[in-house]
C-alpha cells in the first residue's frame, strides 16, 4: 500500500458563532490543509497518482477560500466553518477529482488552524 500526501495553504478570517469566548469574533488564520491519497498500484511510471494533479487540485480548491470571510461563503452558510467543517468541505469537493479511481482513493484531509492544532477528516 502506499500513500501519497500533499499539502497548500490559504489565509482567510471566520468567526465561530456562538463560542463562548473570544473565537467568537472576527479573526483570521493561515491555515494548512494536506491531501492523502493511498492505494496499493502503480502505474507503469511508478506513480500512485500524480503529485502534481492532486496538488493542483488541492491548490484550485484553496482558491476559492482564500482571503475570504469563511462564514459568507455558501458552503458555511449554516454551519460555523471551523477547521472541522472546513476538512469536510474539502475532503467532499477534492474526492470529485477525476484522478480518483477503484486504486486510488482520497484517505482524509487534514486541516491545520495553527502549527499545534489540527483536525483530520475522513469517511472512513
Ligand atoms: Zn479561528
Same mark, same amino acid.
Given at each position: 500500500?502506499?500513500?501519497?500526501?500533499? @499539502?497548500?495553504?490559504?489565509?482567510?478570517?471566520?468567526?465561530?458563532?456562538?463560542? #463562548?469566548?473570544?473565537? &467568537?469574533?472576527?479573526?483570521?488564520? @493561515?491555515w494548512?490543509?494536506?491531501? @492523502?491519497?493511498?492505494? @496499493?498500484?502503480?502505474?507503469? /511510471?511508478?506513480?500512485?497518482?500524480?503529485?502534481?494533479?492532486?496538488?493542483?487540485?488541492?491548490?484550485?480548491?484553496?482558491e476559492? /477560500?482564500?482571503?475570504?470571510?469563511?462564514?459568507?461563503? #455558501?458552503?458555511?452558510?449554516?454551519?460555523?466553518?471551523?477547521?472541522?467543517?472546513?476538512?469536510?468541505?474539502?475532503?467532499?469537493?477534492?474526492?470529485?477529482?477525476?484522478f480518483?479511481? &477503484?486504486?486510488?482513493?482520497?484517505?482524509?484531509?487534514?486541516?491545520?488552524?495553527?502549527?499545534?492544532?489540527?483536525?483530520?477528516?475522513?469517511?472512513?
Amino acid at each position: 500500500m502506499f500513500e501519497i500526501k500533499v @499539502s497548500a495553504e490559504f489565509e482567510a478570517a471566520h468567526r465561530v458563532a456562538g463560542y #463562548p469566548g473570544k473565537c &467568537d469574533r472576527l479573526h483570521g488564520h @493561515s491555515w494548512v490543509v494536506e491531501a @492523502s491519497v493511498i492505494g @496499493s498500484k502503480l502505474d507503469n /511510471l511508478g506513480m500512485l497518482v500524480d503529485f502534481k494533479l492532486v496538488k493542483g487540485r488541492l491548490r484550485e480548491l484553496l482558491e476559492t /477560500l482564500d482571503h475570504r470571510m469563511l462564514n459568507e461563503l #455558501p458552503a458555511f452558510e449554516n454551519i460555523n466553518p471551523t477547521a472541522e467543517n472546513i476538512a469536510q468541505y474539502v475532503y467532499n469537493e477534492m474526492k470529485k477529482a477525476e484522478f480518483f479511481n &477503484d486504486n486510488a482513493k482520497l484517505k482524509y484531509i487534514q486541516v491545520w488552524e495553527s502549527p499545534k492544532s489540527s483536525v483530520i477528516y475522513t469517511e472512513d
